[in-house]
């Protein structure tokens, strides 16, 4: 086969999942040539495991990523059929919106958006070569002369296309193999080819690759299904969006169903536990502590009775329905029955069986937290092909790797959100820091700051960074910021606007189990009240004093709820946010510490020998990165901070 040339682009990206079509997009809206590959067109935006976007941590990072002038929330907020926020009964830190999505309107939305989109051409071809150089032709202006910066990719029949920077978000599809049961095959999700040949080039290029493992339910034909035995799960009213930009009122169009597995269940998982590859020590990746299957549930929590199962349907326009919560790698047979032996589902015919898929993954210590490669110039990881699992995860990695390529090639000052800017920054300062040894899961126990990080402040906290790259335009920053100007201001004046005692104040607090307020009370103080909310003051704004004037100054406004919500937020848990403020500022002030690029470990005998290597391995951008590498105690840190203070 003679190779050819095919094309001249900016930037190259390989995998058009979740992860490639952000990095895609942030890449030609920023005016760079851009060429993104995928092994079929009909994967891209797939949704090949579970059919929703969100989740507890991940509702987070989609709001984060709309916020910076991604796609996920938009295209989420047109394809999901119902809308639910989780945590509801806890806090405002872990509130968490999660949206079943119609997988094929999800697919059919993102592959139109990157057809329609200016600067960007989508190409079906299996990427099996890249190619490195060490001449200055065609290099970013800051690469170093001993490194090689990338030159060109190639695909399976020969067409090479020239590029200067090269995206890879492979997924699941390298060097990928679907496992049912004792049936083992070379092969990506759904089907799918996998990519074969490009890991070994990886591999060649000098980084280091690890074997991970994942896996996905059964689905089954609702008609199949009686749902009268089985528990209804609705969708909030109304509907609450993922996008800032969302005006429009959204729809549930389904109901989703609760199951749960019995002692018959677990009686056939562990008759046949022998004949799961995750038991029997043929699989050799890692899988994920936070994801486990169904036979991971009966062994590892062997005292619980029943386990629960989400039937969650796949669209409006088709029969397919997802057994959340029933992932397994059984064979067929074994899968059948353990199905049947759950209520409601006696009956069940599987249209996919359960599969486990193993696949190559980079080892994320060896990326910058720009998410470029430490050793070849312009090549960027993003998604599953960095170690973590998700579709929120890949999406928010493949815009900071797009940018990042682009800021490069620019020669601009590179994007880098860190844990002190939200829980995008947390995923990313993770994984290139601490490294993982399992599929990396979003949640919101992982970031140290979740009063401040929360998803309804994401506009906030990361719109500047989306103005500054060109991503989020100076109107839609200014609509934040007034936004935020309207929520300081009418905190004020609850401060400052006080009730004098009054029957129904007296009847308010009473219904609330509070003690009366007997010489009257600022609406601010009324507000910190756990059980009052500011739908109740606003109640009181109503009240009318027996000459029927107003017992409250003229205070009427045409508040958004949004604005509603950051108000009762911020001046009900205010002292809490102070202290996580401070908390921040420390952390911030340990980054300040920038850490040369050139500082010699080796020759710092303050530090311990396993700090040196771990330090000189992973080479931390700053004096706070380095305090979160496994290995590198209190003292080390202390240590190093003197060092470089005195240079």
Known sequence: MMDFEAGQYDIAVIGAGHAGIEAALASARLGM????????????????CNPNIGGTGKGHLVRELDALGGEMAKCADQACIQFRMLNRGKGPAVHSLRAQADRRKYQELMKHTLELQENLTLRQAEIVDIGVESCKENRPLDTPDNLLAVSYVKTLTGAIFRCKAVIICTGTYLAGTTIVGEAMQTGGPDGMFASTFLGERLREMGLKLQRFKTGTPARVNARSVDFSKLEEQCGD????PFSFETNQPLTNHIKCYLTYTNEKTHD????????SPMHSGALDGTGARYCPSIEDKVVRFADKKRHQIFLEPMGLETEEIYLQGFSS??????????????SGLENAE????????????????????TLESKKISGLYGAGQFNGSSGYEEAAVQGYVAGVNAVLKLKGK???????????IGTLIDDLVTKGTNEPYRMMTSRTEHRLLHRQDNADIRMSHFGNRVGLVSDERHERVLEKYK?????????????IPPSEELRKLLAENDMPDAENGISLASLLRRPKLTYSDIEELRQVRQGDGSSVLPKLSLCLTAEIKEQVEISIKYAGYIERQQRQLEELKRMESYVIPDNIDYNSLQALRTEARQKLDAIRPQNLGQATRISGVSPA????LMVYLKSM
């Open 237 to 240: 009213e109304p509907p609450p």
């Open 636 to 639: 080390d840190a202390t240590a």
């Open 486 to 498: 309207a929520v300081e201001d009418e905190i004020k004046r609850l401060e400052m606007t006080f």
């Open 329 to 342: 790698s059984m064979p067929e047979e074994v899968q059948l029955q353990m199905i049947r032996s759950v």
């Open 350 to 369: 599987i249209m996919r069986p359960a599969y486990a898929i193993e696949y190559d993954c980079v080892d994320p210590l060896e990326l910058l937290p």
């Open 33 to 48: 040539k851009t060429i993104c590959f995928t092994i079929n067109l009909d994967a891209v935006g797939n949704l090949p």
């Open 268 to 275: 056939i998982i562990r008759k046949n536990l022998h004949r």
């Open 413 to 423: 000052e590179p994007l880098v959100i860190t844990r002190n800017d939200g829980y």
